[in-house]
Structures are given as structure tokens and as C-alpha cells.
């Protein structure tokens, strides 16, 4: 929804695209039990994909032309996707981007609260 709502915003400025790398193994088991740790980054590393081939992805849609890549679209693992109609909702984009201030308002506060203290 951010991508659908960043491509109206800026359709005259910039393109835009949704972008999934798909599965990626990363340090996401970092913090996890001590039972589960090894057992997780096996799993990790036999089913996912590593960080250097996620990363191939974004590159792909980064540098691949505009004119074969319309701002817009959605794209998997490389694969151009098409976009799902509740990601196309103006109602659903709008409660979004509402919620999305509202935590940024939140946490501005938050967090200034504790520079100040930290500052005195």
C-alpha cells in the first residue's frame, strides 16, 4: 500500500515499485532459544535463499529500464506480480497512512521524553 501510495504521490518525480525478495536467510534466529538456534539457522540455510541473492532482486528492479518496468508495479523474486485490490482501496491506503502518523506522532513523543531526560 505504501508503494501504491508513494507512486500517486510522486508519479510526475520518481518510479516507483513494490518489491519482495522473497525468503532470505538472515540473522532473524539470533535472539531465539538456545534450542531452537541451531536448528533454525539449519533450516534457514537448506529452505532460504541467501542475503546476496535477495539482494540480486532489488538490484534487478532497481536497474532494469523503465521502459520495460512501469512505475507501479509489483514485483517477487524478480517476477512482476499483479498488485491485490485491497492494496488499491483509497480507503485502505488513507487508514494507513493515518495509522502511520499517528505512531510516528507516538513516537516522536515517546522518545523525545527520554532525550530531554537525557539531556538534563
Known amino acids: 500500500m505504501y508503494a501504491n501510495y508513494l507512486e500517486k504521490k510522486l508519479k510526475d518525480v520518481a518510479d516507483v515499485y513494490g518489491v519482495c525478495p522473497g525468503p532470505v536467510n538472515t540473522d532473524i534466529t539470533r535472539n531465539s532459544p538456545w534450542w531452537f538456534g541451531p536448528?533454525?539457522?539449519f533450516l534457514?540455510?537448506?529452505l532460504f535463499q541467501s542475503r546476496f541473492r535477495g539482494g540480486q532482486h532489488l538490484m534487478y528492479v532497481c536497474c532494469k529500464p523503465a521502459k520495460l518496468m512501469p512505475s507501479g508495479t509489483y514485483h517477487w523474486m524478480r517476477f512482476e506480480k499483479p498488485r491485490s485490490k485491497?492494496?488499491?482501496n483509497e480507503q485502505n491506503i488513507k487508514e494507513?497512512?493515518?495509522t502511520t502518523q499517528q505512531w510516528i506522532i507516538q513516537l516522536n513523543q515517546k522518545y523525545q521524553k527520554k532525550l530531554d531526560e537525557m539531556s538534563q
Open 39 to 41: 536448528f533454525g539457522k
Open 44 to 46: 534457514f540455510t537448506v
Open 86 to 88: 485491497p492494496s488499491l
Open 96 to 98: 494507513l497512512m493515518n
